[in-house]
Nanobody, 125 residues
Framework: QVQLIESGGGLAQAGDSLRLSCAASGLTFSGYAMGWFRQPPGKTREFVAAIGWVSKSTYYANSVKDRFIISRDDAENTVYLQMNSLKPEDTAVYYC??????????????????WGQGTQVTVSS
């Protein structure tokens, strides 16, 4: 059974940093592209960032590019999202996601096969 367990969410002030973690189990981690999505209050879920395997290529939404960094540790089956210079509009439930794929690259948002349960991030001004 595949499980994606997020942690690291919480309250922050504008300009602060937070790091989200997602521990994966029940899958061959190195064969999956991993990503983060978020759902702001009253809005639909949106793509945030993705990272491929092997090459560890990355792809970001324009709204977070240059502020957020996605990374992965294949030895720990964990993907991270370092969020810097947080803004109130970053307030959302953040979801970890996994897509099994043959290509090691990511050049677009992933299409998840699996989702985590989500972790709340709230940024105050």
């Amino acid at each position: 059974q595949v499980q994606l367990i997020e942690s690291g969410g919480g309250l922050a002030q504008a300009g602060d940093s937070l790091r989200l973690s997602c521990a994966a189990s029940g899958l061959t981690f190195s064969g999956y592209a991993m990503g983060w999505f978020r759902q702001p209050p009253g809005k639909t879920r949106e793509f945030v960032a993705a990272i491929g395997w092997v090459s560890k290529s990355t792809y970001y939404a324009n709204s977070v590019k240059d502020r957020f960094i996605i990374s992965r540790d294949d030895a720990e089956n964990t993907v991270y999202l370092q969020m810097n210079s947080l803004k109130p509009e970053d307030t959302a439930v953040y979801y970890c996601a996994a897509e099994q794929r043959h290509s090691p690259m990511v050049i677009a948002p992933i299409r998840p096969d699996y989702w985590g349960q989500g972790t709340q991030v709230t940024v105050s001004s």
